[in-house]
T-cell receptor, first 115, second 111 residues
Framework: DGGITQSPKYLFRKEGQNVTLSCEQNLNHDAMYWYRQDPGQGLRLIYYSQIVNDFQKGDIAEGYSVSREKKESFPLTVTSAQKNPTAFYLC??????????????FGPGTRLTVL | KNQVEQSPQSLIILEGKNCTLQCNYTVSPFSNLRWYKQDTGRGPVSLTI?????NTKSNGRYTATLDADTKQSSLHITASQLSDSASYIC??????????FGTGTSLTVIP
C-alpha cells in the first residue's frame, strides 16, 4: 500500500453522528486525495489537497470536510449532512516531480457503515 | 464529456488461461493511462502506466497496450493465476492532477 495508512479499517456509525477517517503518508508527497467507492461505480473524488493548508472540493464534496495541517496527514470527516455515507473510502497521495510522474498511491481503505 | 469505459464488467476464466480487458476513453487532452489491480477490500495498486508516446508496457504477466488514435487500451494477462482474481481499473490522467476512473472489470480465476 505504498506507505499510506488509513484507519480504522472498518467503522460503524449511527445516523446523525460525525466521524473522522484518518489518512497518513510517509512518502513525502505534496498532493493527497480522498475518494469514495461504491459497488458498480468508478472512484469518485471527494476532496484533494496539493499543498499544506490548502484543499479543493472534488465532484462529491457535499457532506464531507477535510483539513491539511501537516503534509503527512489528510483526515476526512463524514458529517451528518452526508445522506448516504455507507461506502468504501480510499485515500491516495501523489508524487510531484518523482519518477514516474503523476504516480498515485492508494491506502488500504476504510469501510464505513452507517447503522 | 471525459469518460472512461471498461469491458467486460466481469469475467471468469480457468487458471492458466489468458485474458484481455478493454478500456475506451474520451479524456482529452490525455496525459497518461494507468491500469490498477484492486483486491477485494484493499486499495488499488498500480500495474502499468503509459504516456501518449508509448504503445505497450509490461509488468510480469501483465501487458498493457495503448492506441492513442482510437483512444483504446487493453490489459492482457498471460497464464492466469488464482491470485489474479481482482478488479482491474483503468485510469486516465488529464493535466497531471485530474483522474478519470473506469468502473473496473471484475476478474475471477477458477481452478
Amino acid at each position: 500500500d505504498g506507505g499510506i495508512t488509513q484507519s480504522p479499517k472498518y467503522l460503524f456509525r449511527k445516523e446523525g453522528q460525525n466521524v473522522t477517517l484518518s489518512c497518513e503518508q510517509n512518502l513525502n508527497h505534496d498532493a493527497m486525495y480522498w475518494y469514495r467507492q461504491d459497488p458498480g461505480q468508478g472512484l469518485r473524488l471527494i476532496y484533494y489537497s496539493q499543498i499544506v493548508n490548502d484543499f479543493q472540493k472534488g465532484d462529491i464534496a457535499e457532506g464531507y470536510s477535510v483539513s491539511r495541517e501537516k503534509k503527512e496527514s489528510f483526515p476526512l470527516t463524514v458529517t451528518s449532512a452526508q445522506k448516504n455515507p455507507t461506502a468504501f473510502y480510499l485515500c491516495a497521495s501523489q508524487s510531484r516531480g518523482g519518477a514516474p510522474a503523476d504516480t498515485q498511491y492508494f491506502g488500504p481503505g476504510t469501510r464505513l457503515t452507517v447503522l | 464529456k471525459n469518460q472512461v469505459e471498461q469491458s467486460p464488467q466481469s469475467l471468469i476464466i480457468l487458471e492458466g488461461k489468458n485474458c484481455t480487458l478493454q478500456c475506451n476513453y474520451t479524456v482529452s487532452p490525455f496525459s497518461n493511462l494507468r491500469w490498477y489491480k484492486q483486491d477485494t477490500g484493499r486499495g488499488p495498486v498500480s500495474l502499468t502506466i503509459m504516456t501518449f508516446s508509448e504503445n505497450t508496457k509490461s509488468n510480469g504477466r501483465y501487458t498493457a497496450t495503448l492506441d492513442a488514435d482510437t483512444k483504446q487500451s487493453s490489459l492482457h494477462i498471460t497464464a492466469s493465476q488464482l491470485s489474479d482474481s481482482a478488479s482491474y481499473i483503468c485510469v486516465v490522467t488529464l493535466n497531471g492532477n485530474q483522474f478519470y476512473f473506469g468502473t473496473g472489470t471484475s476478474l475471477t480465476v477458477i481452478p
